[in-house]
């Protein structure tokens, strides 16, 4: 139950077995390292309509969920503290599960550990205490090119962008993929598709610098669906748009979402939130609360 004072229009609904179950069971984000031969964000129409709810009947889904293996959950953390060396607290004594192919907002003020939690989960800073598992894998312990290998099953848009400045847009978004060692083909066809989803194909040969801050947070999102992770950690990736670029970028998430993409994003838009069905958790001074499961 909520533990706060903000409120959400829809209702708490049940947790999220039958969604894992049906996400489970697509397969194109289920795999690790090389994302290469996923398909691309391409087939994401701009303007889209969020995706149906699943199509299987109730009695199918019975069946189904009788049949299959609880999915691993993508994310699970134990008991998590962050303290950071001068004594501030980003995440106090966090437990959370998220299935696979879920899609969860994270909420709260400013200095409440939403980045965090997101740093956390792809393993730029380590917790104080506790345990964290992404994909199967205990993160705690790595290092290097084991931590390099990780980060290549993750896309991430950081809430400061993190552009290479004298890389073009295009420059940008195929460092992405050349880094998981995609051949040459395989970035032409995803890059221009990539770029006409964000709404960014005449800035292609831009440079960081000329653009605006939404496009700027644009080239960021571009970057981490270019090549179909199977975790999409998105940072505040709506902070500097306006309401339509807003709902573009939660219904390109939505969509990743639909195709088996498990996805985690913060905000402080409490609109965005209202507008969708998925689980939403509160940060408060680094302690968790759900507002909808
Ligand atoms: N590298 C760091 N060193 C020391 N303290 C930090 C560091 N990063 C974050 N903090 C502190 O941890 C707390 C949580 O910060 P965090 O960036 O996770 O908040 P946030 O919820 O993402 O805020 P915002 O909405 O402003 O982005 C804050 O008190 C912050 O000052
Ligand atoms: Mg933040």
Redesign the pocket.
């Known amino acids: 139950m909520p533990t706060t004072t903000t409120t959400l229009s829809k209702p708490v609904t049940a947790s999220t077995p039958e969604r894992a179950v049906h996400h489970s069971q697509r397969a194109p984000f289920q795999g690790t390292a090389t994302q290469c031969n996923t398909p691309t964000p391409a087939t994401i129409a701009p303007g889209e309509q969020e995706p149906a709810p699943p199509r299987t009947s109730a009695q199918q889904r019975r069946k189904s969920q009788t049949q299959a293996e609880p999915a691993a959950p993508m994310v699970a953390l134990e008991q998590v503290s962050?303290i950071?060396?001068?004594g501030?607290?980003?995440l106090k004594e966090v437990n959370l599960s998220l299935p696979t192919g879920s899609f969860l907002f994270v909420t709260?003020?400013?200095?409440?550990?939403?980045?965090?939690?997101l740093?956390l989960l792809y393993g730029a800073?380590r917790p104080s205490e506790g345990s964290i598992t992404v994909n199967n894998q205990e993160i705690h312990g790595l290092k290097g090119d084991r931590l390099s290998r990780f980060r290549r099953q993750l896309g991430v848009v950081f809430?400061d962008y993190k552009l290479i400045p004298n890389r073009t847009v295009s420059e940008n978004v195929a460092f992405a993929l050349w880094a998981q060692g995609c051949k040459k083909g395989d970035i032409a066809r995803r890059l221009a598709p990539t770029l006409r989803l964000v709404g960014l194909q005449h800035k292609a040969e831009c440079f960081p610098s000329q653009l605006s801050g939404g496009e700027q947070q644009r080239v960021s999102l571009a970057r981490a669906i270019v090549g179909t992770p199977p975790l999409i950690l998105a940072?505040?990736p709506t902070g500097n748009l306006d309401p339509e670029n807003s709902r573009q970028v939660i219904r390109i998430l939505n969509k990743l979402n639909a195709m088996g993409a498990t996805v985690v994003v913060?905000t402080?838009d409490l609109q965005l939130v209202k507008q969708s069905h998925h689980p939403v958790i509160q940060?408060n001074q680094?302690k968790l609360s759900w507002l909808r499961k």
């Not at 709260?108 to 939690?117: A, E």
């Open positions: 962050k950071y060396r001068q501030s607290c980003g709260g003020p400013s200095g409440s550990g939403k980045t965090t939690l740093k800073e809430q940072d505040e913060t402080h940060l680094g």
